[in-house]
C-alpha cells in the first residue's frame, strides 16, 4: 500500500513511556484552552506551549506520550535545524496534510508573492483547525514566522519542542521546563528497562555491586543516556575502564557504549553525527552513510547492533540518534559533515533521477553510471519528500546538483499528486522541468487554464512541450488540435525514437481511441509500449497499457481488456501513479457493467468515484459517473439522468469538451416525459451536440448523432443525406457495429417510405463479412428487432445507449484501415529453434522470420521488400543478443534475423518479438513466443516455440 503523502504524520511511538505523570496532566489541561471561546479582539495566536530542556531529557517523547493520550488529531512535524526558508515549505506541507485543497494552492501559484501569502494564510485558516500541531525541535524564529500565518486557525493548539527557553514572551507561549529525572527515578527508569521492575537497593545484585548505581549517575537524569546504562546492567556486563579526568558522565556512559561497537557500527555513528540535521532517519539514509561509493550496503544488522545498545532509538521504522551521543560521537570521533553532506546530495540525485527515470523514461547521463541505489521505487521515497526539500532550502548555492534534484523531485511530487510540496518546491527553484510538472498537475486536477499558463508552450519550444501540449489538448477534447500538435513531433521521419516519441504516441493513441479509431489507436499504442519497454519508462507502459484496454473495451474484447488492466495497475503501483491505478478501476468498473454483474459494478462504481474524488481527478470521476448513468438507462431512469446531470457538470469544470458532448448526447435522448416519448424540442437539440463532436473532430459521436438524428424523426427522403454521412463515418472507421445499425435505420425509413412490412434481421446481417468478431450478435439482433417494432410514432424508435459504446472492426494488419468486406493475404511471423535442448546458462539460436502469403505485394517476385526491425524483449529471467535486428519479408532463412537466447533459470521462458518499418519506425505487429528450458541432466521435453499473436491480432 503506498502511503499517502497527504496523511498527516502521526506521532512516533517511543514504546513504553515512564514517569512525567505531572507534565502529561498540565499538557493535558492546556489541551482544554483551545475549545475556548476566541476573546473579543478576535484575532490572536494559536494556543502554544512550548516543552523546553537539555538535548535528551525526553522532550519529544513527552509530546508524543500526550498525542497519544489526550487523542487530539496530530499533525507531527519534525524541524530539527529548520531555518526561515523552511516556514513557508512547512506551513504548505501542514495545508496538504490537513486536506487543503489542491485547485486553490496550484492557482495561487500564478500570483505574485503577496497573494500567494494571502492565499495560503486563508486556506491554513479554513482547513487547520480543531487539531494539535507539534512543531519538534524547532528554534523560536521559525516558530514565531509559521504563526503569523496561523493565528486565525480555531482550535488549533500548538506544542513545541524546544532546547531554548527564551525567546518566545512576544507569542504569547506557555512554557513547560522538562527537567532531568531526579536520582530515584533515573534509577527506576533503569531498572525497568533493565529488570522490568523498579529499582530495589535490598535482594538484587545490582544494588550491592557499585558499577550499576555509577552508571546511573552518569546518565544524570537524561532517558536517552539512561537506557544506554540499562543495557549494560541488563547484560551485567561492568565497564572496563575507569572514569577519565574530566571527563563527564555522558561522555564516559557513550565512551563505553562505543567500545563494544564495531568498526561499520561505530563508522555509521560518526556519519550519522556529522549530518548537518539532527531529523530522524530511514534505513535508506543509513545504507548510503555506510557505502557512499559502492552499491548500499544491507545495513540491518549494523542498525541492530546500534539498537540493541541504545545508541540509537527507533520510532516505527525511523531511526533517531539521540542529541547526547552525538555529541559525545562528535567529540570522540570527528566526521566531515561537508562529506556527509555531499553524500546525502550525491545519493539524491541519483534516487531522484533513477525514480523519474521510472516515471518519464528521461536517460541519465553517463555520471548515473555505476553504483546506484537499486530497489529504491517512487513508493519508497515518500518517506524522505521533506527530507529532500530541506536540501535545497538549506543550499547555500544553487548548482548542477541542486538542480537535478529539483528536476528529479517534480516529477514524483506530480505523480503522487503532492500539490502542496511541488507548489513549494516551484517557489524554492523555478526551474523549467519544475514548471512542468507543475502544469501537468494542474491539467490533473482539471485545471486546464492554469495548466497553460504555467506551461506555456508557445514559449517553451522543445519536445516535452510538443507532446505536453497534445495532452492538453486531449484532455480539453480538442482531437483534432491533438493531432495537429503531434504532427510536428511524430511526422518527422528524421527523428529518432525516443521518451518523446513514445509519450506523444500514447497520446496518439488515446486521441484515436476517442475518435473511435480502433485499428489507428492499437497501433499507435504498440509502437508506444515498445519504445517505453525500451527506455525502461514503468508508468508510460502503465499508462499505455491502460488506454490499450480502453481500445479492447470499445471493439468489445473484454478478455484481453481485463489482463491489460491487470498488467496495468501492477506498473502504475510499482512507481505510486494512485491516478492512473484509480483510471485503471474505472476501466474494471466498466468491464464489470459489460459482463453484466450489477452488483459487482455498483461497489466498484462507489469505490472509484470516492478514490478520484480523493485524488482531486475531477475529469476522472466525471467519466465514471457518465458510464454509471449509461447503465443506469436500463433499470433507473429517474438516476441516469441526475447522473448525466451531475457528469455534464464535472465535465464543465474540469473544461473536458469531449465529455461534456457526450453527456449531453445520452441527455437530449433521454425520454422527455413519463410516458417516455421524445418531443421535438428534443430532437432539436441534437443538432449542437452534432456541430460539438464535428468542431472537436470526433468522427464516432458525429456519426452516431447524425444517426439518432435519422432515427428519431418520422421517415423522410430529406434524412437520406444524413445517413449517407453517418453511414460514410462508420466506414471510415470500420465499424461494423455502426454500419449495420445504419443498414437498419435505413432499412426501416425505406420500408416505410415504400409501405412494405416488417424484414428479418437475418437478412440485414447477411451482407457483412461474418469473420468480424460482433460482441453479443444475439443481443444486437434482438434490438434491431425492437428498433423496427418501434415505430410509428415521433421518436418511437429507439437505438440502445449501448451500441454507441462498441466498435467493431476487422484485426488484420496495422498498416492499412480494415473496411468491411476488404480482405487480404496477410505477412506471417516464424519463429524457429535451431540449436537442441536448451538449458540454463546456455544460449540457444532462434530465427525470425516475416513470410508474406501469396497474393501479398511484399511476396510478388521482384517486389521491393522494405527493411524491417525486430526488437527482442525477454519477459523473464533471461537475456537476448542482439536487442534489435533488421530482415526483410521473405521465406528464406537468409533474409531473417537471429537471436541468442540465455535462459537463467529453468522452466518455461517468455520472448517478446516487435515488428516495425525500419524507415518510418511504424510498429506493425508483436507477438510472443515460450520456449522450455530443462536441467543441464535432463533431456527430451523440449516444447516447440510458437509465436503468439499479440492483441488478438
Keep these: 500500500m503506498v502511503k499517502d503523502p497527504r496523511d498527516p504524520t502521526p506521532p512516533p511511538t517511543f514504546g513504553e513511556f515512564f514517569g512525567r505523570a505531572d507534565e502529561l496532566a498540565r499538557i ?13 479582539s478576535g484575532r490572536i495566536f494559536p494556543t502554544l506551549m512550548v516543552l523546553h530542556g537539555p538535548a535528551g531529557v525526553g522532550k519529544s517523547a513527552l509530546a508524543a506520550q500526550a498525542a497519544h ?18 516556514v513557508e515549505p512547512t506551513l504548505l506541507r501542514m495545508l496538504g496534510e490537513s486536506g487543503g485543497s489542491r485547485a486553490a494552492i496550484v492557482g495561487a501559484a500564478l500570483r505574485d508573492d503577496r497573494a500567494f501569502r494571502r492565499t495560503l494564510r486563508n486556506e491554513l485558516t479554513r482547513q487547520l483547525r480543531d487539531r494539535l500541531v507539534v512543531l519538534d525541535t524547532a528554534a523560536p524564529p521559525v516558530v514565531r514566522a ?18 531554548h527557553g527564551s525567546g518566545w514572551r512576544r507569542v504569547g507561549a506557555r512554557l513547560l521546563a522538562v527537567d532531568p529525572l531526579g536520582p530515584e527515578a533515573s534509577r527506576d527508569l533503569v531498572a525497568w528497562m533493565a529488570t522490568g521492575a523498579p529499582w530495589t537497593d535490598r535482594g538484587t545484585w545490582y544494588a550491592t555491586a557499585s558499577w550499576p548505581a555509577s552508571l546511573v549517575n552518569a546518565a544524570q537524569g537524561l532517558p536517552a543516556l539512561a537506557r544506554i546504562a540499562s543495557v549494560f546492567i541488563r547484560r551485567r556486563m561492568a565497564p572496563r575502564s575507569e572514569p577519565r579526568p574530566g571527563e563527564s558522565g555522558p561522555g564516559r556512559l557513550v565512551r563505553l557504549a562505543l567500545e563494544d561497537c564495531t568498526t561499520d557500527q561505530r563508522a555509521l555513528l560518526r556519519r550519522l553525527a556529522a549530518r548537518t540535521s539532527g531529523a530522524p532517519f530511514t534505513s535508506r539514509t543509513a545504507e548510503l552513510l555506510c557505502s557512499p ?25 525511523i531511526y533517531c540518534l539521540p542529541q547526547p551521543v552525538a555529541d559525545v560521537v562528535r567529540a570522540t570521533e570527528p566526521g566531515s559533515s561537508a562529506e556527509v553532506e555531499t553524500v546525502t546530495a550525491r545519493w539524491a540525485e541519483r534516487t531522484l533521477q533513477g525514480a523519474a527515470a521510472a516515471l518519464d523514461g528521461r536517460t541519465l ?67 523549467l522541468s519544475v514548471r512542468r510538472a507543475l502544469s501537468s498537475l494542474a491539467a490533473d486536477l482539471g485545471l486546464l487554464d492554469q495548466a497553460g499558463a504555467l506551461y506555456d508552450t508557445d514559449k517553451w519550444s522543445n519536445p516535452d512541450a510538443v507532446h505536453h501540449t497534445a495532452a492538453l489538448c486531449h484532455r480539453s477534447g480538442r482531437l483534432s488540435d491533438a493531432l495537429r500538435v503531434l504532427d510536428g513531433l511524430l511526422g518527422d521521419d528524421t527523428r529518432p525514437d525516443d521518451r518523446h516519441t513514445a509519450w506523444a504516441l500514447l497520446v496518439l493513441g488515446a486521441v484515436r481511441c476517442d475518435q473511435g479509431e ?31 484496454a ?77 458510464y454509471r448513468a449509461v447503465a443506469d438507462l436500463e433499470r433507473d431512469l429517474h438516476g441516469a439522468r441526475g447522473s448525466l446531470a451531475h457528469a455534464a457538470q464535472l465535465f464543465r469544470e474540469c473544461g473536458d469538451g469531449l465529455g461534456s458532448a457526450w453527456a449531453e448526447h445520452r441527455t437530449v435522448l433521454l425520454p422527455s416525459a413519463r410516458d417516455e416519448s421524445h418531443s421535438a424540442p428534443v430532437l432539436v437539440s441534437l443538432g449542437p451536440v452534432w456541430a460539438r463532436f464535428g468542431e472537436m473532430g470526433c468522427p464516432l459521436g458525429t456519426a452516431w448523432t447524425e444517426l439518432e438524428m435519422v432515427a428519431r424523426r418520422r421517415p423522410s427522403r430529406l434524412n437520406l443525406p444524413l445517413l449517407d454521412s453517418a453511414e460514410g463515418r462508420f466506414r471510415a472507421l470500420g465499424d461494423v457495429y455502426g454500419l449495420v445499425w445504419t443498414a437498419a435505420v435505413r432499412a426501416a425509413t425505406l420500408d416505410h417510405l415504400r409501405g412494405d412490412g416488417p424484414r428479418m434481421v437475418g437478412s440485414l446481417l447477411a451482407p457483412f463479412p461474418h469473420d468480424i468478431p460482433i460482441p453479443d450478435p444475439q443481443r444486437l439482433m434482438r434490438d434491431i428487432t425492437r428498433f423496427w417494432e ?74 521491393d521488400r522494405p527493411w524491417l526491425t525486430v526488437t527482442a524483449a525477454p519477459l523473464t529471467p533471461a537475456s537476448v543478443d542482439p536487442a534489435s535486428a533488421l530482415l526483410r519479408p521473405s521465406e528464406q532463412a537468409v533474409h531473417g534475423a537471429e537471436f541468442t537466447f540465455t535462459a537463467h533459470r529453468t522452466g518455461t521462458h517468455r520472448i517478446r518479438f516487435t515488428i516495425a518499418l525500419e524507415r518510418t519506425g511504424t510498429v506493425l505487429q508483436q507477438v510472443e513466443t515460450e520456449l522450455d528450458i530443462l536441467d543441464h541432466d535432463e533431456h527430451g521435453g523440449l516444447s516447440s516455440p510458437e509465436a503468439v499473436t499479440h492483441r488478438g491480432r
Design 146 to 163: 509559521l504563526l503569523t500565518y496561523l493565528r486565525d486557525c480555531r482550535g488549533l493548539a500548538v506544542l513545541v519542542t524546544s532546547r
Design 790 to 863: 418501434a415505430g410509428g410514432m415521433l421518436g418511437g424508435r429507439t437505438i440502445p445507449s449501448h451500441a454507441r459504446d462498441t466498435v467493431a472492426v476487422r484485426h488484420t494488419g496495422p498498416w492499412f484501415v480494415d473496411v468491411p468486406g476488404r480482405t487480404g493475404p496477410h505477412c506471417r511471423v516464424r519463429v524457429t529453434l535451431l540449436d537442441d535442448t536448451p538449458a540454463e546458462d546456455t544460449t540457444a539460436r532462434l530465427l525470425l522470420r516475416v513470410s508474406p502469403e501469396d497474393g501479398h505485394p511484399w511476396g510478388a517476385s521482384g517486389a
Design 293 to 317: 561509493d559502492g552499491d548500499p550496503s544491507d545495513v540491518r544488522s549494523v542498525l541492530s547492533g546500534l539498537l540493541a545498545k541504545e545508541l540509537v532509538q527507533r520510532w516505527d521504522g
Design 365 to 431: 547521463p553517463e555520471r548515473h553510471v555505476g553504483p546506484a541505489p537499486e530497489g529504491l521505487d517512487p513508493r519508497e521515497l515518500v518517506p524522505h519528500l521533506d527530507e529532500f526539500l530541506s536540501l535545497l532550502t538549506n543550499s547555500a548555492h544553487r548548482g548542477r546538483r541542486e538542480d537535478a534534484i529539483a528536476d528529479g523531485l517534480a516529477p514524483l511530487l506530480a505523480v503522487l499528486g503532492d500539490a502542496h510540496r511541488l507548489v513549494a518546491l516551484h517557489r524554492l527553484w523555478p526551474l
Design 518 to 548: 480502433v485499428v489507428e489507436a492499437e497501433r499507435a499504442l504498440l509502437r508506444a509500449a515498445a519504445l517505453h519497454r525500451a527506455s525502461g519508462c514503468r508508468r508510460g507502459l502503465g499508462w499505455t497499457l491502460l488506454h490499450s
Design 69 to 86: 493520550r489526550y487523542a487530539v488529531p496530530t499533525h507531527w512535524i519534525s524541524l530539527c535545524d529548520a531555518t526561515l526558508a523552511d
Design 28 to 40: 493535558g489541561t492546556w489541551l482544554k484552552l483551545r475549545t475556548a471561546p476566541p476573546p473579543p
Design 550 to 626: 480502453r481500445v479492447c473495451l470499445l471493439s468489445g474484447r473484454d478478455t484481453e481488456a481485463g489482463r491489460l488492466l491487470d498488467e496495468a495497475d501492477a506498473l502504475l503501483l510499482s512507481v505510486a501513479d494512485t491516478r492512473g491505478g484509480n483510471w485503471v478501476m474505472t476501466g474494471r468498473f466498466r468491464l464489470a457493467l459489460r459482463r453484466g454483474r450489477p452488483e459487482t459494478a455498483d461497489e466498484l462504481g462507489r469505490q472509484v468515484h470516492a478514490q478520484h474524488q480523493r485524488a482531486g481527478d475531477v475529469r476522472g470521476a466525471a467519466w465514471t459517473i457518465l
